[in-house]
């Protein structure tokens, strides 16, 4: 029911997408042999939602994204509290019945462009039920009109302000999808640069970890993914505002990844990220990183996000909370 609620909700567009998908499948077959009917209508959706937002203004864009939050249940089975982090809007995410000491710290996905912990609850909740941990989620400052390094800059401080309410390193986990996971990522970097006490382990869905990658995945998956090339190259550009695409602390693919605590990374097979993924996931464990990656295959970037609708996303959070709930 939460699947043909979603849909009927979303109107007319999506109408015009399930019609468009559902004749082409009739006519060539499904776009990806382990795509199901739903899941390319879902891409479909996405790759034309991101269309339409190409020459909006980031206002009207972060609206439509609000929007769409609205056809999606804020978190079953949680409890939810408004509160702040480091000066920073927040919002805690507690599976009924468990236990507050372990605490999983997110970034939410966006591009660093768009995107608020309201949008990202559902994910949030999910994850938190599946591994049995209590999520903080962090409203952190979005560019252009706030460009790299703020986010990094929020996110040292979210970390240092939860270990200075008495959370120990050893009980958090940080984690983050697309800009989220990159930002994760970077942030154990800086982390370890600083000298400060690393969380236990984390946890990157999809990770945007290098603004400087072209070309391979990035290229030849754009038709099975939902954004293009040119959107990722022009959102990178808006939020380093001129700095360096392989500055380590905006793609922390180029940084030193030694000393980083234990990584469990999800990617799509056939996302455009795919390739940086996998090779900061080799760089890492080359580094001496314990690193366990999982590449879903047919997967497109983000799938985790539409588990109301994916069954392949509820089965990859499932995966991801088994891991979570395997570090003790």
């Known amino acids: 029911m939460g699947f043909l609620r979603v849909w009927l909700s979303l109107g007319v567009q999506n109408l015009v997408n399930v019609v468009s998908v559902t004749v082409a499948r009739a006519r060539r077959g499904p776009l990806r042999p382990g795509w199901s009917w739903r899941t390319e209508v879902m891409a479909g959706f996405m790759r034309r939602h991101f269309a339409r937002l190409q020459h909006r203004s980031w206002t009207d864009a972060r609206r439509t994204f609000e929007a769409l939050a609205a056809f999606t249940p804020l978190g079953r089975g949680v409890e939810r509290r408004h509160d702040t982090l480091a000066g920073r809007p927040a919002l805690w995410v507690t599976p009924r019945g468990v236990s507050p000491r372990r605490t999983m710290l ?3 996905g966006g591009a660093y462009l768009f995107g608020t912990p309201k949008e ?8 938190a039920c599946a591994g049995g941990l209590r999520a903080v989620s962090v409203d952190y400052r979005l560019a252009p009109e706030h460009p790299f390094p703020a986010a990094l800059d ?8 939860l270990l200075a309410q008495g959370v120990a390193p050893e009980d958090v986990v940080v984690a983050g999808d697309s800009a989220g996971g990159g930002l994760t990522a970077a942030l154990l970097v800086a982390l370890r640069g600083a000298g400060d006490p690393l969380p236990r ?12 990658a072209r070309g391979g995945s990035l290229v030849a998956h754009e038709p099975f993914d939902v ?6 190259v022009g959102w990178s550009e808006q939020v380093l505002a001129g700095a ?11 940084a030193d990844l030694s000393g980083l605590p234990p990584l469990f990374i999800q990617v799509g097979g056939v996302e455009m990220l795919r390739d940086q993924v996998v090779a900061f996931a080799e760089r890492a464990q080359a580094a001496g990183v314990d690193v366990t990656l999982r590449e879903w295959a047919d997967c497109f970037h983000d799938w985790q996000v539409y588990a109301l609708v994916l069954p392949e996303g509820r ?9 979570l709930a395997g570090l003790g």
Request: proline fraction near 9%; hydrophobic fraction near 55%.
């Open 315 to 323: 089965a990859a959070i499932a995966e991801a909370g088994r891991w």
């Open 244 to 254: 360096d695409p392989k500055d380590p602390r905006a793609s922390p693919a180029w």
């Open 120 to 127: 990202y609850v559902d994910l949030v909740g999910r994850l």
């Open 201 to 212: 382990a984390a946890l990157l869905l999809g990770p945007w970890v290098d603004q400087a």
């Open 154 to 161: 929020d996110a040292l401080a979210a970390y240092r302000a």
């Open 106 to 108: 997110f970034f939410h």
């Open 227 to 232: 954004f293009t090339p040119e959107m990722i």
